[in-house]
């Protein structure tokens, strides 16, 4: 019985998959843009997973220091928790896993040790995680050992990384950032289009049923193992069906 709590004890990690870009161009380079992840939708996703008893180790491509979008720092994305924005900002200066990252190769070397995987949003992975050859190899481990995949806001972009021939999420019902939001951030906050859009109509293109809330909901959905969510005000949404995810799967495991 001791052992059996050891292992379980044990088995609860978090693999946290970031982006290491911090420049975007947009109008085919015409215009760069500083970019990176979304500090609200990794820290309050980080904030769910650790206050519950998981444990988290944070990779991203060559094991380099993650960069926040500065844009995420506004306090528009923090309404009413802007204390929690603060503890943020102090995690990503001081926290020794956030600021040591492994590689994405040394996460796919010790996928069996993790229960889970969250990769959070920003413009950043559009660039770096959606051209890695290690993302579809992860994503394909998590899709089949059922283990909880939670995808927020871009991220579920990098479901289109896996060849349709193999790829285990179709048919699945997908959320992402929603083209009317998609819109507004080329619009009016980054003023230029990148390379890489149109996320909701390439996950229909490739055989996914995409759903979404309006635009600024607190919205998220779950279809088995893959939980996705729409934007940085999602978040408790999200939090609240991956939490759930993985209590199943460690049910199941039992």
């Known amino acids: 019985m001791i052992t059996n709590?050891?292992?379980?004890?044990?088995?609860?990690?978090?693999?946290?998959?970031?982006s290491a870009a911090n420049t975007l161009e947009l109008n085919k380079g015409q215009k760069l843009r500083q970019t990176g992840v979304f500090l609200n939708e990794l820290y309050l996703a980080y904030k769910s997973v650790s206050e519950n008893g998981y444990t988290v180790d944070f990779a991203t491509?060559?094991?380099?220091?993650?960069?926040?979008?500065?844009?995420?720092?506004?306090?528009?994305?923090?309404?009413?928790i802007l204390e929690i924005k603060k503890e943020s900002l102090e995690f990503i200066k001081k926290d020794n896993s956030f600021n040591n990252p492994i590689t994405l190769e040394n996460a796919i070397e010790n996928q069996a040790n993790y229960i889970g995987v969250i990769i959070p949003g920003g413009q950043g992975l559009m660039i770096d995680l959606i051209e890695d050859k290690n993302i579809p190899i992860l994503l394909n481990h998590f899709a089949k050992e059922n283990k909880p995949t939670g995808l927020i806001c871009h991220a579920p972009s990098l479901i289109l990384t896996i060849a349709v021939e193999e790829n285990p999420y179709i048919g699945y019902k997908v959320n992402s950032v929603s083209p009317l939001e998609e819109f507004v951030i080329e619009k009016f906050i980054m003023k230029g289009k990148p390379k890489n859009r149109k996320?909701?109509?390439?996950?229909?293109?490739?055989?996914?049923k995409y759903r979404s809330g309006l635009p600024k909901a607190n919205f998220a959905l779950i279809d088995r193992n893959l939980i996705t969510s729409q934007n940085p005000f999602s978040s408790s949404s999200f939090n609240i069906l991956y939490l759930e995810a993985l209590s199943g799967y460690l049910e199941s495991k039992k």
């Open 5 to 18: 709590l050891s292992l379980y004890s044990q088995n609860r990690k978090i693999l946290f998959v970031l």
């Open 61 to 80: 491509p060559n094991g380099v220091v993650a960069t926040i979008d500065e844009e995420s720092t506004n306090d528009k994305y923090w309404k009413e």
């Open 199 to 208: 996320i909701a109509q390439q996950l229909k293109k490739m055989g996914l």
